[in-house]
């Protein structure tokens, strides 16, 4: 029956091999046969009934672990009848599969899906059968779950054989390497952490199969772009202090890059250090530069910024890329340093580097915030014009936006009308959101209010920016029937009525009875008082920071390697490594009212949103309660918070009070920013201490801290009132020497501390320059100047006086 059934299947093949017989060689014509037999066994897979149709052959066809093989590897075969003919296979007693075999079946279940149980059921038979699995197969099958986001799937295969001691050889470095690389990359960083951290306790660092640097560092690049700080930093310690840490030049980079952006200078400049030391490979490159260059204007420090920057065109041997030179244009132009901006930006065109969109957006803020308008106007025609360049939405965000604060309110409004009707492309939620914001600061509550029903018909998201600060117009204008035609314009999205419920909790809590415990404590302890302020924690620890003067630098420059080609890097090293670690004490951005965290930050969102609408209306006990209650409920005050309370207590003259906050700010290790010295300046105009305003000023400069025209305005303002108007004058001269043009209240203040200290040609002088200036005057120039007219007249009265004879006595 066999010997029949053997017959009937090779009937084809067998005839046509005699016919050649004569002419082919026996070893040719059963290769021939072979690829025959392979054939009809491929054509009765194919056909319905599958492996039932090579029933009927029973044991009479020649199964080897090449024709298997062969058949396994047809293309036009599924994975479906490929692995029932396995398993059909596995039933004949006279064959056994062999590891090719299994690896060949894997393979084609890789590249199928839904396929999970049957190969796992594969691995359980092959485990019977007493076949190892080898290191390929079993890479690619992790590959393949883990590609297709099974990784439940891919840990089962990893601990199937982790536990059996046979396989455990195919687990080479290169499985553990392209596992973590393929978790990181599909944003299982979590994940990819537990193994990794698994491996390191198992195996005691020695064998843990992580030999790899390429893997390491796509973990920290996980870490970091997760924000997962303290397992960032768990992976560095372990990984040094099993000294295997596999750190090549990008390694280092990207932990330069990580702490710095993290706030630790420190950190970053004693890895720098480090990659010196160890030299050849692991020598710093430009990458290692950018890195820094941008953590140090990221703190603030741009001023050891643009020295590094030179150092690196200097002696580094390196040249700066587009990279380079974006990064220093940015930090320039956000400390208010527009000169170098510029000349920054000159150099990058004279060296054939043509900005791109991120610079000239840079050097537009900058400009702006300068109030250098036509400057910046004439830079928007030549980015577009003579460049080239396309302007991006953020683009003309920045243009609205300094259009708006440089006091040109309608031109901002048509810019944005206009962008309206051109395409969606130009504009996107945030430019909504800026001209709502300044809507609602002139009171046109109606206009803003369209604008949102216009920005959700445009399908934009109403954000929590934009909504509050129409709750903060609704609250000042007493309209609060606009509540419920905000809800119905936002018809997406659950935001109004949870701030709608936040706002009456809040109210609930507020006017519920309070514990009496703390009564007749203060809410802002303090030690001292303000007159204090240069002994203050957060502001003396500038002096241990990086920012060296002139003889410091000199003595430190002397002190390091004359040979070296980053001498003023190695200065920054070894200072910081000779002292604690540096904390971050100065935010180069100023804190914000939102910070858009969703909801970690929407608690203290809402505070500040609140806080925002209780001081302006003066109810400053409301304000109080608020911070002290949600503070207590574990609220994290932010610089917004900080710098709200305490501005409010110094228009109020507490300034106990005010130095309590200050206090407070610094032992939660809060950054300070511009606004928080802009106050501090205030509270020491008010209290007639101006002299320590110039101590206060050094302060801010060591800190990496930078001048903007609200903080010349305030400097100024203190010192004229004080009578200091020598100083006044170098600051005005100290002022337009970095770029920052005055503005309408730079004008007034000057003009009212001449008149007041008796300088009237002075005061002419500055309104001259005014109006010269293109500076539109306000209510308050008017203001001055009726005081200014009452104090010439005054002044040609007492002259006639004096020059008029006694007629009652004309002896």
Known sequence: MAAKAQRNLSIFYTKRRFSVAGTISPATAAKVGNLLVVASIAKALIEPGGTRNLEKYGDSIPLSENLVLQILRRNNLDAARKLDFFKWCSLRSNFKH?????????RSMCYSHNHRDDIFLLLNSMKDDEVLLNSATFKLLLDSFTRTGNFDCALEILEFVERDLDNSSCLSSNVYNSVLIALVQKNQVNLALSIFLKLLETNDGNSIGISSAVACNELLVGLKRANMRAEFKQVFDKLRGKNVFPLDRWGYNICIHTFGCWGDLSSSLSLFKEMKERGSWFSPDLCTYNSLIHVLCLLGKVNDAVVVWEELKGSSGLEPDAYTYRTVIHGCSKAYRINDAIKVFSEMQYNGIRPDTIVYNSLLDGLLKARKLTDACNLFQKMIEDDGVRASCWTYNILIDGLFKNGRALAAYTLFCDLKKKSDNFVDGVTYSIVILHLCREDKLDEALKLVEDMEARGFTVDLVTITSLLIAIYREGHWDYTERLMKHIRDSNLVPIIIRWKDSMEATMKAPQSREKDFTPIFPSNGNFGDILSLQNLTDAETDTG?????????????????????MDMLANKVGSQSNATRKFS????????????????????????????????????????????????????????????????????????????EMGEKVCPSDVATYNVIIQGLGKMGRADLAGAVLDKLMKQGGYLDIVMYNTLINALGKAGRIEEVNKLFQQMKDSGINPDVVTYNTLIEVHAKAGQLKQSYKFLRMMLEAGCSPNHVTDTTLDFLEKEIENLRYQKAFIKRPNID???
């Open 809 to 811: 006595n004309p002896l």
């Open 588 to 663: 180069l951005t100023g804190g914000k009212r939102i910070d858009t965290k969703g909801a970690d930050s929407f608690d203290i969102d809402m505070v500040n949103t609140f806080l925002s609408i209780f001081l302006a209306k003066g109810k400053l006990s409301m304000a109080c309660k608020l911070f002290e209650i949600f503070t207590d409920m574990g609220a994290d005050p932010v610089g917004y918070t900080y710098n709200s309370m305490m501005s409010s207590f110094v228009k109020k003259g507490y300034f106990n009070e005010a130095w309590g906050v200050l206090q």
């Open 548 to 568: 060296l003067g002139a003889e410091d630098t000199e003595i430190h420059y002397q002190e390091s390697d004359p040979w070296s080609s980053s001498p003023y």
């Open 98 to 106: 062999s590891a090719e075999t299994y690896s060949q079946i894997f």
